[in-house]
């Protein structure tokens, strides 16, 4: 148990849908990362946050959005969603930002999101 | 950019034999981190080890130990006596020291045949 957790495990919707998945992380972590997997494949950094701020932005789409809370626990807003958007998102924590010392970051169990 | 290459998309090994899974890596930085995380058929993703530049000495865990050669920029992964539980894809990763990013490898498969 990496200590980061993601609502809901698994979400199945219809496209043009919208829809919200939760992570909260690790006690002490500030930044959260968002990731998506698709089927077999690698996986693509959509964005970051630290301590309540946006720090990076990967490959994320115009109609994904999230924010990350004065709690710390952040929220991955996906609208609008099409049948290519169906994937595993993961959430990561780590204690400090890139560059910092021993920055791993900890996974969560990842949502399963399936579009139909 | 950074990038991180896995140029073996698929492996296989015998159990209780040693395997080394590659990754090379493209930075101008001379300060970084480089990690390998694990991803078993669960999908859970676990840091198996990492490795900080300015630093010489290769790191080890346990069965699993890094050969680090920063000039040709190559992180390559060894499993000694692998394990069933071994199974599992394997991602490699950098960590930007004025980036914000992770920079993920595609991955490798490895299957531990009993």
């Known amino acids: 148990d990496s200590g980061v957790t993601q609502t809901p495990k698994h979400l199945i919707t219809a496209t043009g849908q919208r829809v919200t998945l939760r992570c909260s992380p690790r006690?002490?972590?500030?930044?959260v990362y968002w990731y998506q997997q698709s089927l077999d494949q690698g996986l693509q950094f959509l964005i970051q946050?630290?301590?309540?701020?946006?720090?990076a932005k990967g490959n994320i789409l115009e109609r994904f959005s999230a924010q990350q809370f004065p709690d710390l626990h952040s929220e991955l807003n996906l609208s609008s969603l099409e049948l290519g958007d169906s994937a595993l998102y993961f959430c990561?924590?780590?204690?400090?930002?890139?560059?910092?010392?021993?920055?791993?970051?900890?996974f969560g169990p990842g949502t399963r999101l399936t579009v139909l | 950019a950074q990038t991180v290459t896995q140029s073996q998309p698929e492996m296989s090994v015998q159990e209780a034999e040693t395997v080394t899974l590659s990754c090379t890596y493209d930075t101008s930085e001379n300060n970084y981190y480089l990690f390998w995380y694990k991803q078993p058929p669960s999908r859970q993703m676990i840091l198996v080890i990492r490795q900080e530049a300015y630093k010489q000495q290769n790191a080890t865990e346990n069965r699993f130990s890094v050969n680090f050669q920063k000039a040709a920029k190559s992180f390559s992964l060894k499993i000694s006596d692998s394990q069933l539980g071994d199974t599992a894809m394997y991602f490699c990763?950098?960590?930007?020291?004025?980036?914000?990013?992770?920079?993920f490898g595609t991955g490798t498969s490895l299957t531990v045949i009993p």
């Open positions: 990763a950098f960590d930007s020291n004025t980036g914000n990013q992770f920079y």
């Open positions: 990561a924590s780590s204690v400090g930002t890139s560059g910092s010392p021993f920055n791993e970051q900890f």
């Open positions: 946050y630290y301590n309540g701020e946006e720090r």
């Open positions: 006690s002490g972590d500030l930044s």
